[in-house]
Each structure stands twice: as C-alpha cells, then as structure tokens.
C-alpha cells in the first residue's frame, strides 16, 4: 500500500526557515512525481512545488519561487521542502502528493492518486 507522510512543520517567525519532508513507502516504481500543496484556513488548496524523479524537473508557483528549494532522495524515496524567508502568508497545513510518472501540470491536484496527511506550517510576524 502506497503511503505518504509528511513531516517538518513547526511555528517560526517571519524571515525563518523549514524544512519538510514528505517520505515514500510501499511501492517500487522509480518513475513519479511528488507535489507540494497547502491550504490554508478559509483558503483553497493552492501547489506549491513539485519534483520528478524521472528526470528531476521542478516547478514553483510564483508565490514561493525564489524562496522555497524541492529535492528528492530518490534511493530513500524522500522529498524535501526547504522553505527560507517565510511570510505570515506561508502560513498553511502542506500536504505532500504523488502522482505515477510526469504530468503537464504539477500543480493540478486532480492529477494526484495518493496524498500524505498535512504538517502544519505558522509564520507569525
């Protein structure tokens, strides 16, 4: 059974760093993409980032590029989420999800078949 966990939310202060971990079990296949999404109280569910192992192409929403990094271990089936220079607007559950092989739109959570539970995440200012 494919499960996810995600892992690495905390309360820090604006201008702080997180780093969060979204690990992988349960499955072989070495061809997937992992997601970040978020929501936030009273908000839709928004991605964030997104990695591929095949080729490990990344993609950010404008909202965090620049501040935030993906990275895969790809042999410990482990995505990371480095999060530097948090705003109060980070403030949001993150979810991490999996999608098998590449897709057009890494931010489309449709595309997504297995989600982990979500960290929470609060920038106070």
């Known amino acids: 059974e494919v499960q996810l966990q995600a892992s690495g939310g905390g309360l820090v202060q604006a201008g702080g760093s997180l780093k969060l971990s979204c690990a992988a079990y349960g499955f072989a296949n070495d061809d997937y993409t992992i997601g970040w999404f978020r929501q936030a109280p009273g908000k839709a569910r928004e991605g964030v980032s997104c990695?591929?192992?095949?080729?490990?192409?990344?993609d950010y929403a404008d909202s965090v590029q620049g501040r935030f990094r993906i990275s895969g271990d790809y042999y410990k089936k482990t995505v990371y989420l480095r999060m530097d220079n948090l705003k109060p607007e980070d403030t949001a559950d993150y979810y991490c999800a999996l999608h098998w092989g590449q897709t057009d739109n890494c931010f489309a959570s449709d595309d997504y078949t297995y989600w982990g539970q979500g960290t929470l995440v609060t920038v106070s200012s």
């Open positions: 990695i591929s192992s095949s080729d490990g192409f990344t």
